[in-house]
Nanobody
């Protein structure tokens, strides 16, 4: 069974940075597209960034120029570097793997941007 484990969330002041990590296991990681999504209280889960198996990236308009998604296939890990954080970035961030037409999710990590 696919396992995705996020880490790196926390409390940060506006303008600060965080790096999220998602370690995948029990999959051939390099073959699959990975992504980060966020869900704020009372809102639907939404796309933040994705990266294909070939390294092509895609970002939501709200994070372009501030966030960077990257993957390390040797470590079975996908990262989300978040810079210039804003209060509206506050949410639970989820790691996603798209495998065989299905979606697999981690348990989420809380990111809170507040002074």
């Amino acid at each position: 069974q696919v396992q995705l484990e996020e880490s790196g969330g926390g409390l940060v002041q506006p303008g600060g940075s965080l790096r999220l990590s998602c370690a995948a296991s029990k999959i051939i990681f390099r073959l699959y597209a990975m992504g980060w999504y966020k869900q704020a209280p009372g809102k639907q889960r939404e796309l933040v960034a994705t990266i294909t198996s070939g390294g092509t990236t895609n970002y939501s308009d709200s994070v372009k120029g501030r966030f960077t998604i990257a993957r390390d296939n040797a470590k079975n890990t996908v990262y989300l570097q978040m810079n210039s954080l804003k209060p509206e970035d506050t949410a639970v961030y989820y790691c996603n793997a798209k495998i065989g037409g299905g979606d697999y999710w981690g348990q989420g990590t809380q990111v809170t941007v507040s002074s």
